[in-house]
């Protein structure tokens, strides 16, 4: 941002504006706060004191204190304060100073994803680097070339890992890893709101299997936990990790004053409640800050509405003398080179304006952002705090805009502002014990090590499941143990975010097939099916061919006055009804509650042409691409 732009004065010329001002429905002013200091902790070694004190840092935040307190009693953590509270140094200095006082510690870093992985790699690099110490800081992950991963398995004193990599390339070979296994001091779970459901029940068990082979090393680390602000954090991690853990929660970081308000487009068919576009909206509201020099975060629903919204702010900008390439937008499907050069971009300032999905709610440090423009509620109180966060990082005045869209739940949290912000953030919810999901994982823990007789997984009997995959010819037992028996190769078969890990590449034919950009299996009849227009930094590529078979679809750049918007529809069918409850009580809507398992099939047949800026439907088209099917277990409802 200008440093002789205020953002007090941009928000008050934008209350000025009557065509924003007569659809603000609540503002709401966060006064700033003062930050709560405690000295460094006793034993806390000169050389990293005098790196701290050179990045600026000449004391530490109260809850800083506190986690580095709990750890030094033995005790595991979970540390819960707002985005950019400085979270990373709670386990950043226990770790260095554990490696300092014994060369042979080794701590374990686990990240939801290979941004973040890489964007915390590099200031833990910088920390360890300036010691001057003989301190080995690591990224192990799917990008690591061949060559390194030997070395990072001898020496890394610090490895920064995602789930994915940790349950797939290291927990099925440890015994390369036994140098990291023998001396591990410190785990560290970032973004533990991150995981809930079916992606939390999995990493749950991925720990199980991870503290089981730490037993086999007689090694017994600590886990350090960061997450944003949800209502059962403690309860959430102790579930994750199977021990209990002290909250730390008392906030002592600054915050600036941040400005909310809830914005409601103007309706413009009465009859059907429909209001005007969010995108639009969004647009008119995001250009005010970045035509006047506010550096701004939008976020938006889906990857369509980010593409869109890039390409209308770049217009904006474009028509207001303003520079259009200043506007980017950031969702998943980028290279990474392209994320990467984004995320430096809006650090350094060079980038005025980022549009986003979710992908930039976690934690990765993009610098000093003024102003969030939230195009539709995101879904959960958690997430709007979260996103908000990402502005007045370093202080001084945020604003942060919730623009409503049509839909009900937007409708009921913009015209109920007190609900919002009285309520508590939502609970993040697991089930370790899901016994499709642990046994899948129970493979993969006795191909790792064999089972002994009265060993539990977790605290889980799992004896009668053991029995079972016996009974399949998956185990065998001989000797008091369980042993794995079959030639396949458990972790590969399981994906723990999704139902198929495979990827879709985008290249463009113009520029001798060179890699676009990439798209996740799912997602793929969606935006790529030919005849589509996709859009890729504000450009439209149309779509020529999509082969199925060899995930590849193939675009060239035109230049389009349309996009298109696929239509998909989602049939459930139930395949077993494995228990009934019914409701004994009259008044109740319900007559009966289910569960078995179903069968949901997703088929997208059609897509619609629209019209950039009118947002009118100009065409439609067929879409050819399989069926989508997913069986799954399902909890149902019936009503009277």
């Known amino acids: 941002m200008n440093e002789h732009v205020s953002v007090a004065a941009v928000l008050e010329a934008l209350e000025h504006k009557s065509s924003i001002s007569r659809n603000i429905t609540r503002k709401k002013v966060i006064p700033a706060r003062d930050a709560e200091y405690a000295d460094f902790p006793p034993g806390l070694a000169p050389e990293l004191a005098a790196v701290l004190r050179s990045r600026g840092i000449e004391r530490l935040y109260s809850h800083q204190a506190d986690a580095i307190q709990a750890l030094s009693r033995g005790k595991n953590a979970v540390i819960v304060t707002p985005t950019a509270s400085g979270k990373t140094l709670c386990y950043n200095i226990p770790s260095v100073q554990a490696i300092l006082n014994n060369p042979e510690s080794r701590s374990l870093y686990i990240f939801p994803t290979k941004a973040l992985s890489q964007d915390q790699y590099k200031e833990l690099y910088e920390i360890t680097g300036a010691l001057g110490r003989d301190i080995r800081v690591f990224t192990f992950d799917g990008d690591t070339p061949a060559p390194a991963r030997k070395a990072i398995r001898n020496s890394g004193h610090i490895v920064v890992t995602n789930p994915d990599m940790l349950h797939s390339g290291i927990l099925p070979h440890h015994t390369l890893w036994i140098k990291l296994f023998e001396n591990l001091k410190f785990i560290v779970i970032d ?11 999995h990493l749950a068990n991925v720990i199980r299997r991870l503290k089981r082979i730490c037993a086999f090393y007689q090694s017994r680390p600590q886990f350090i936990c960061c997450s944003a602000t949800i209502e059962n954090p403690r309860e959430l991690t102790e579930r994750l990790v199977g021990e209990p853990f002290e909250l730390v929660d008392r906030n002592g970081a600054p915050q600036g004053e941040k400005v909310i308000y809830f914005y409601n487009p103007p309706v413009v068919n009465r009859e059907l409640g429909i209001r005007r576009s969010v995108v639009l909206e969004a647009r008119k509201i995001a250009a005010h800050f970045l035509t006047n020099g506010v550096q701004t975060i939008v976020f938006a629903r889906s990857r369509l509405r980010v593409e869109i919204l890039v390409k209308y702010l770049k217009r904006e900008l474009g028509r207001l003398k303003g520079n259009p390439e200043s506007v980017k937008g950031y969702r998943g499907g980028y290279l990474p080179t392209e ?62 805009v919730l623009v409503a869209s049509s839909s009900p739940l937007d409708q009921f949290i913009v015209n109920h502002p007190d609900y919002f912000f009285g309520a508590s953030p939502e609970a993040g919810i697991v089930n370790p014990d899901n016994i499709a999901i642990m046994a899948s994982h129970l493979k993969c823990a006795l191909f790792e090590l064999p089972f002994e007789d009265n060993e539990t997984f977790g605290g889980a009997d799992v004896r009668p499941l053991l029995e079972h995959l016996e009974k399949e010819g998956l185990f065998r037992h001989t000797g008091g143990r369980w042993y794995y028996a079959s030639d396949v190769y458990p972790a590969e078969g399981i994906s723990l975010r999704s139902a198929t890990a495979e990827n879709f590449v985008i290249l463009d034919t113009v520029h001798g097939n060179k890699v676009l950009a990439e798209l996740d299996y799912d997602s793929a009849p969606f935006f790529i099916h030919t005849e589509a227009v996709y859009i890729h930094q504000s450009r439209t590529y149309y779509i020529d061919k999509l082969d199925w078979d060899r995930r590849t679809a193939y675009a060239r750049e035109t230049d389009l006055d349309y996009y298109t918007d696929a239509v998909a529809k989602t049939d459930v069918r139930v395949l077993t009804q494995d228990a009934v409850s019914p409701e004994s009580d009259d008044a109740s809507p319900l007559s009966e509650r289910s569960f078995g398992d179903v069968s949901v099939v997703t088929i997208v047949s059609k897509f619609k042409k629209i019209k950039f800026e009118t947002h009118d439907n100009v065409g439609f088209g067929e879409v050819h691409t399989p069926p989508n099917e997913m069986q799954t277990e399902c909890c149902w409802f019936t009503f009277r």
Do not use: C, M
């Open 191 to 201: 973004e533990v709101h991150h995981y809930r459901g079916v992606f939390g029940s």
């Open 339 to 400: 994320r990467h050069a984004i995320e430096a971009g809006i650090k350094k300032g060079e980038i005025l304006g980022v549009v986003s999905t979710n992908a930039l709610e976690l934690g990765i440090d993009i610098g000093q952002l003024h102003a969030v423009v939230l195009a539709g509620y995101p879904g959960t109180i958690s997430s709007a705090w979260q996103q908000g966060g990402r502005a007045g990082r370093k202080g001084g005045t945020a604003a942060i």
